[in-house]
């Protein structure tokens, strides 16, 4: 077999074979296929597409290139979630903790962030002492007796992704939809769950702009997880503005232990709830989706998922008293107010302007040596909809430096102020099974 035929084969529209399509996943991951053929071959599939089947076949060659986590020692249907990413995205410390406490086990493999705000890992540990890597058996331990766990993914999960994503990131082949959808789920599927819950985001501060774009997307994935033997289901939700009102690290912790505490953050609230529940039913642990959702919400009202988020933070070495005692989690030293230049409604905020404006106050990294600063962060004190008067404070920033122009000019930026009351944006635009 020759790597020429394969790229020429893929360049005339037909449909490579399962022999044909690890021949290129294992060749290139052990360096046998130089980068020029593997960028031919990624330029041909970005034009041409590639079938359902070849899709799901690639992905499983990429799960197959490296380690997959054997999860059979944890006890029960475990479920994993996904988001395609956002701005003050921290539905991971809501639903996970809302998931376990109806005895559904959450084994969470997670990354740390490049980009507007630190990821999941870097998160948590805005909580002092909270510790992420461990053992895998320490790992599988936790998840049995408490029912969830969250730790550092292992650096050899589909290796073939990691080799071949920094390949089409310098080659013009990133926005191909079977080239996206096998980089997420591959790395998805060889982390061992049992079934999968995607959120995918939409609008400005999300990777998919359009409606279009994002359910592509998203069925693109529900057709590989399913094809590969695992039950996947989608929820397409907004990103248009950022999801609740905080954007940083231990701010963004803050928020998600007020929502377990039952502060009603209506859109946060609402999309944590919706994910949890469809991973409540995929788990069979209820028959449909309102008797799930119920039953969460009651758990919210009684206590139990806020129980859960300790025990988390315990389980791993972390101070629970910073989640007891949420003023003790890391502040900056300067409240920072940017305000409004005149009245109106907001009509509009770039979600991705606002992520930026957070990564200047070193909230995120621009380069993955970047430190994070975990007290640092923005407030919103406006969404779409609102009603602001010239002078109010649009967002505070929080911030160890006394100026933040450059943040201060992002956030100026990213909010419109119209005239006109417009109404408040969709939440969940689509559900794809």
Same mark, same amino acid.
Do not use: C, W
């Given at each position: 077999?020759?790597?020429?035929?394969?790229?020429?084969?893929?360049?005339?529209?037909?449909?490579?074979?399962?022999?044909?399509?690890?021949?290129?996943?294992?060749?290139?991951?052990?360096?046998?296929?130089?980068?020029?053929?593997?960028?031919?071959?990624?330029?041909?599939?970005?034009?041409?597409?590639?079938?359902?089947?070849?899709?799901?076949?690639?992905?499983?060659?990429?799960?197959?290139?490296?380690?997959?986590?054997?999860?059979?020692?944890?006890?029960?249907?475990?479920?994993?979630?996904?988001?395609?990413?956002?701005?003050?995205?921290?539905?991971?410390?809501?639903?996970g903790p809302l998931v376990a406490s109806v005895g559904i086990p959450v084994a969470k493999m997670s990354g740390r962030g490049l980009g507007h705000t630190g990821g999941t890992l870097d998160k948590l540990e805005s909580i002092e002492g909270l510790q992420i890597e461990m053992t895998k058996e320490k790992f599988i331990e936790n998840v049995n007796k408490h029912k969830l766990a969250v730790a550092g993914q292992t650096g050899n999960l589909a290796p073939a992704d990691k080799k071949l994503y920094a390949l089409r990131d310098v080659t013009g082949t990133v926005d191909s939809l079977p080239l996206i959808a096998g980089s997420i789920?591959?790395?998805?599927?060889?982390?061992?769950?049992?079934?999968?819950?995607?959120?995918?985001?939409?609008?400005?501060?999300?990777?998919?702009?359009?409606?279009?774009?994002?359910?592509?997307?998203?069925?693109?994935?529900?057709?590989?997880?399913?094809?590969?033997?695992?039950?996947?289901?989608?929820?397409?939700?907004?990103?248009?503005?950022? @999801?609740?009102?905080?954007? =940083?690290?231990?701010? *963004?912790?803050? $928020? %998600?232990?007020? /929502? !377990?505490?039952?502060?009603?953050?209506?859109?946060?609230?609402?999309?944590?709830?919706?994910?949890?529940?469809?991973?409540?039913?995929?788990?069979?642990?209820?028959?449909?989706?309102?008797?799930?959702?119920?039953?969460?919400?009651?758990?919210?009202?009684?206590?139990?998922?806020?129980?859960?988020?300790?025990?988390?933070?315990?389980?791993?070495?972390?101070?629970?008293?910073?989640?007891?005692?949420?003023?003790?989690?890391?502040?900056?030293?300067?409240?920072?107010?940017?305000?409004?230049?005149?009245?109106?409604?907001?009509?509009?905020?770039?979600?991705?302007?606002?992520?930026?404006?957070?990564?200047?106050?070193?909230?995120?990294?621009?380069?993955?040596?970047?430190?994070?600063?975990?007290?640092?962060?923005?407030? @919103?004190?406006?969404?779409? =909809?609102?009603?602001? *008067?010239?002078? $109010? %404070?649009?967002? /505070? !920033?929080?911030?160890?430096?006394?100026?933040?122009?450059?943040?201060?000019?992002?956030?100026?930026?990213?909010?419109?102020?119209?005239?006109?009351?417009?109404?408040?944006?969709?939440?969940?635009?689509?559900?794809?099974?």
């Amino acid at each position: 077999m020759r790597m020429y035929d394969i790229i020429v084969k893929k360049r005339d529209g037909g449909e490579l074979t399962k022999e044909e399509i690890y021949f290129f996943i294992e060749g290139y991951t052990k360096g046998d296929i130089p980068d020029y053929q593997a960028s031919a071959l990624t330029m041909a599939i970005y034009f041409q597409g590639m079938t359902q089947e070849e899709t799901a076949t690639l992905t499983q060659a990429m799960v197959d290139s490296g380690e997959t986590i054997d999860l059979s020692a944890i006890k029960g249907h475990k479920v994993d979630k996904h988001s395609t990413g956002g701005v003050g995205d921290k539905v991971t410390f809501i639903v996970g903790p809302l998931v376990a406490s109806v005895g559904i086990p959450v084994a969470k493999m997670s990354g740390r962030g490049l980009g507007h705000t630190g990821g999941t890992l870097d998160k948590l540990e805005s909580i002092e002492g909270l510790q992420i890597e461990m053992t895998k058996e320490k790992f599988i331990e936790n998840v049995n007796k408490h029912k969830l766990a969250v730790a550092g993914q292992t650096g050899n999960l589909a290796p073939a992704d990691k080799k071949l994503y920094a390949l089409r990131d310098v080659t013009g082949t990133v926005d191909s939809l079977p080239l996206i959808a096998g980089s997420i789920m591959s790395k998805k599927l060889a982390s061992g769950a049992d079934s999968i819950v995607l959120d995918v985001k939409t609008g400005s501060g999300a990777f998919m702009k359009t409606l279009d774009d994002s359910e592509n997307l998203a069925r693109e994935m529900v057709n590989i997880g399913n094809n590969l033997g695992r039950n996947t289901v989608a929820v397409i939700s907004d990103m248009n503005q950022p @999801l609740g009102f905080e954007v =940083g690290n231990a701010n *963004e912790i803050r $928020e %998600a232990a007020e /929502i !377990l505490q039952g502060k009603n953050v209506e859109d946060l609230r609402k999309l944590s709830l919706e994910i949890a529940s469809h991973m409540a039913v995929l788990a069979e642990v209820f028959s449909t989706y309102e008797e799930a959702y119920q039953a969460l919400e009651a758990n919210i009202e009684n206590g139990k998922a806020f129980q859960s988020l300790r025990t988390l933070i315990e389980s791993q070495g972390g101070n629970v008293n910073m989640i007891d005692d949420l003023d003790k989690l890391p502040k900056a030293k300067y409240d920072i107010e940017v305000k409004a230049n005149k009245s109106g409604y907001v009509s509009a905020i770039d979600a991705e302007s606002i992520g930026i404006a957070a990564m200047y106050l070193g909230a995120g990294r621009a380069t993955k040596d970047d430190v994070i600063n975990h007290g640092v962060g923005i407030t @919103l004190n406006k969404k779409i =909809g609102d009603r602001v *008067e010239e002078g $109010e %404070a649009l967002v /505070i !920033l929080h911030s160890d430096e006394e100026s933040a122009s450059d943040s201060i000019g992002k956030v100026q930026e990213a909010y419109a102020i119209t005239e006109e009351k417009v109404e408040k944006p969709t939440l969940i635009h689509n559900i794809i099974k």
